[in-house]
């Protein structure tokens, strides 16, 4: 048992033996291509690291100091959002104009600007500057914030920290000299408005005097006076309608019963003593007649039977009466004139009482023509009543809204003094830049650690890939392992001193390569790196630093 376990412990230890003088004949074989592989990525990464140039990086933190007069004296014009204003100002500090002087002034980027175009040192340099903002939560609102910060980045620690605080001092002035745009013209905007809302409502006052000159007593207040007015001038008009209308009456009985009464006293007919009167002529009955025609027109209209032929025997009795006339005796021949139709007490009554309500009539219908032009007079009062109040409807909108400017212009008056004194919210420098001695970038123990395991593989790859692409065998083991056939010896290679003249010879050759290379590498890592801050930016943000 022993005996087996001795045979398994030798053929492990033999395994190993032969791993290990494979690695050192595969090493023995390729070592000057494992050196190469290794030696070349190495010295260029080594060069880039100790000729890429430091970056230093400063912060200036600016604090937002609120309004220091309390809103409930004093509303602030500017309501826009902090971040929205920080945004605006830094578009405005970040512009082409503002970067170039400052460029200008402490003479940044002396090197890449004489490589590349302006707008691209204008752009790095819009790079190398940060803005971060710093909030708080406050209670069931969204995050406030209350200060930020501003980096910026370079080779030269004081003209980092110089051009920091530059930046800050920027952001400083830029949101005071914002604020106060902001409140002047919104002041000088106010005022405008203000102007042309006082010019209407001089206007609408000059109207509303005119209108209550011209109209006056047809103010709304006046209102209720000129409906009770109406409403009496209408009872009175019915009135007078009732009146004129039973007046109307009353003359038509009275006409009826003197027609009546004439036209018995006319007829005669047979006296108190029997004697017959005496028969009346033509012109008495043609009078007679036109008494009766106007009582039936006063009674029936003008197509009733009785009106038409009494008009018929009228308009008779005149063409009788015209045709008799130019055959009448001129001279002293003259005819009986008939006679005159005899006044009785009763008649006198009757034509008495008619003339008074003809005149009763003749008062009723003045009175209705008055009372008619006041329904006109006042009824137009009403009307223009409707007109002022739309007048004063104007009038007190514009009125409202002159105020309400006034009053914002008075407020924006004050916010405006405010921002000039500089008691509205501004921007305080909390912790100014100081230089900081330390670079930020590159980090070379990081890059070394990266460039030795990158060169390790990469020899380790160029090796491996060296032994699968040689086909040729080494040792009698591959070779056995490849052919059945025997192998019945095996010679060493034969080193003559020729062969060592020509291994010194390319020894020399190798190593004055290889220093060469060296140095070339070196060399374009030194151009490569030298002051390309752009290069130390692109290896920072790849390797996490």
């Known amino acids: 048992m022993s005996g087996v376990r001795s045979d398994l412990s030798m053929a492990e230890e033999t395994r190993k033996r032969s791993g290990l003088e494979m690695v050192l004949a595969v090493w023995s074989r390729r070592k000057w291509l494992a050196i190469l592989a290794f030696a070349s990525p190495m010295a260029a990464g080594v060069s880039l690291t100790a000729f890429l140039p430091n970056i230093y990086r400063s912060t200036a933190t600016v ?13 602030a014009t500017v309501t826009s959002a902090l971040e929205t204003r920080l945004q605006t100002i830094s578009q405005e500090i970040l512009s082409r104009s503002r970067l170039e002087a400052l460029i200008d002034r402490f003479n940044l980027y002396a090197d890449l600007r004489t ?36 980096g910026y980045q370079g080779s030269d620690p004081r003209t980092v920290t110089l051009v920091t605080n530059t930046l800050a001092s920027f952001y400083i002035e830029e949101n005071l000299k914002a604020r106060e ?28 005097s005119e209108f209550k000159r ?12 000129n409906l009770a007015t109406l409403e009496r001038l209408h009872a009175q008009l019915r009135l007078n309608a ?17 027609a009546e009464a004439d036209s018995l006293v006319s007829f005669g007919a047979v006296t108190p003593g029997g004697s017959v009167a005496p028969v009346e002529g033509p012109e008495a009955r043609l009078a007679r007649l036109k008494q009766e025609l106007t009582r039936l027109r006063t009674q029936f209209s003008e197509k009733y039977p009785d009106v038409v032929l009494l008009a018929a025997e009228v308009a008779g009795l005149e063409r009788e009466l015209a045709d008799v006339k130019p055959r ?19 008649l006198l009554r009757l034509k008495e009482a008619l003339s008074e309500v003809e005149a009763e009539i003749k008062i009723l219908k003045g009175e209705d023509r008055r009372l008619r032009d006041g329904l006109a007079t006042y009824q137009a009062r009403v009307e223009n009543v409707q007109e002022f109040r739309e007048l004063s409807r104007d009038y007190d909108s514009t009125r409202e809204l002159y105020q309400s400017l006034l009053k914002r212009y008075e407020e924006a008056q004050l ?17 100014p830049a100081v230089p900081n001695l330390a670079a930020a970038a590159p980090n070379r123990f990081q890059l070394l650690v990266t460039t030795l395991m ?34 019945l010896v095996s010679i060493p290679r034969i080193v003559t001193r020729t062969d060592l003249r020509r291994r010194q010879w390319r020894m020399r050759l190798a190593t004055g390569a290889a220093l060469f290379s060296l140095v070339l590498i070196m060399g374009i890592a030194y151009l490569a790196a030298h002051g390309n801050e752009h290069l130390v930016a692109l290896l920072t943000r790849s390797g996490g630093s």
């Not at 500057?129 to 501003?150: H, P, W």
């Not at 745009?181 to 209407?200: D, G, I, Y």
């Not at 009732?242 to 009275?254: I, P």
Request: charged residues 30%; proline residues 5%.
């Open 181 to 208: 745009r902001q409140a002047t013209s919104t002041a000088e905007f106010l005022k405008v408005q203000l102007a042309e809302t006082k010019k209407r409502l001089d206007e609408h006052e000059q109207r509303v």
């Open 115 to 150: 490589r590349v175009p302006f707008e691209e040192v204008i752009r790095h340099m819009r790079g190398d500057i940060k803005l971060n903002l710093k909030s708080v939560e406050a209670r069931g609102q969204r995050e406030a914030t209350v200060a930020f910060s501003i």
């Open 242 to 258: 009732d009146n004129q209308t039973r007046a109307a009456e009353r003359r038509q009985v009275l006409a009826s019963q003197l």
């Open 214 to 225: 011209r109209h006056l007593g047809e103010l709304p207040q006046q209102m209720e006076a």
């Open 328 to 346: 009448e005796p001129k001279g002293e021949e003259k005819p009986v004139a008939p006679r005159a139709t005899p006044s009785t007490p009763y």
């Open 454 to 487: 990158g060169s390790l593989v990469l020899a380790v790859g160029a090796v491996v890939l060296a032994e699968h692409v040689d086909t040729s065998f080494h040792t009698i083991d591959e070779l056995r392992a490849f052919s059945a056939v025997p192998v």
């Open 63 to 75: 604090i937002v100091d609120r309004q220091q007069i309390p809103e409930a004296f004093v509303r």
């Open 415 to 431: 916010a405006e003094s405010m921002e000039q004194r500089q008691k509205g919210e501004q921007f305080r420098v909390l912790d």
